[in-house]
């Protein structure tokens, strides 16, 4: 199975700062057709999760952006540009290169 | 538009069978590409994938949970099933269903969640 390592944030973060959280994966998640089967999704408190980007860096619909993906075929960042009260949750990477399919533990943003 | 909700039991006993169903509106599982995902999270815990159902009824199971998933699909009444054998407290989590498409290899939309507590 491909691990998914998530890292931690310096929380709280303060209001209008950036975060960037890393995510690794054991297997590279590079596809021979050169797209790179790595998602981000913020869990809100009390909510589903919700897609925030694919294919490494590309922003689903309606995202903000704020929201940057960035990384090579095992290791990834998700940046927040000036954080804010609602990018409050947890966020999870996720493969899709493979099955079974796995999720990073998660990380907790919180603002100050 | 496209919505999922889950629906199941809430409560049940160790080694009894978990039924689940995911009832969605805005697409159907029939188009080329399309398909369901299981995902469940117990309370404070992560996210695990637990199968998904395709278009043409591939289907594909997480093996840690070995023999006891079955994922099933009834496209004329858009809803997708997910039945858990023998459950046991490590069972206990919100479980949801999400879609996915091919091509783009993501959980696009999300239903809200069902909460299944396994309780002796």
């Known amino acids: 199975d491909i691990v998914m390592t998530q890292g931690a944030l310096p929380n709280p973060v303060p209001s209008g700062e950036s975060a960037s959280i890393t995510c690794q994966s054991s297997?590279?998640?590079?596809?021979?057709?050169?797209?790179?089967?790595l998602n981000w999704y913020l869990q809100r408190p009390g909510q589903s999760p919700q897609l925030l980007i694919y294919w490494m860096s590309t922003r689903a619909s309606g995202v903000s952006d704020r929201f940057s993906g960035s990384g090579s075929g095992t290791d990834f960042t998700l940046k927040i540009s000036s954080v804010e009260a609602e990018d409050v949750g947890v966020y999870y990477c996720?493969?899709?290169?493979?099955?079974?399919?796995?999720f990073g533990s998660g990380t907790k943003l919180e603002i100050k | 538009q496209v919505t999922l909700k889950e629906s199941g039991p809430g409560i049940l006993q160790p080694s009894q069978t978990l039924s689940l169903t995911c009832t969605f509106s805005g697409f159907s599982l029939s188009t080329y590409g399309m398909g369901v995902g299981w995902i469940r999270q117990p309370s404070g815990k992560g996210l695990e994938w637990l199968a998904n159902?395709?278009?043409?009824?591939?289907?594909y199971y997480n093996p840690s949970l070995k023999n006891r998933l079955t994922i099933s699909k009834d496209t004329s009444n858009n809803q997708a099933f997910l039945k858990i054998t023998n459950v046991d407290t490590a069972d206990t989590a919100t479980y949801y269903c999400?879609?996915?498409?091919?091509?783009?290899?993501?959980?696009?939309?999300w239903g809200p969640g069902t909460m299944v507590t396994v309780s002796s």
């Open positions: 999400a879609r996915i498409a091919s091509y783009y290899w993501y959980f696009d939309f």
């Open positions: 159902i395709w278009w043409d009824d591939d289907k």
């Open positions: 996720q493969q899709f290169l493979e099955y079974p399919l796995t």
């Open positions: 297997k590279s998640l590079l596809h021979s057709n050169g797209k790179t089967y």
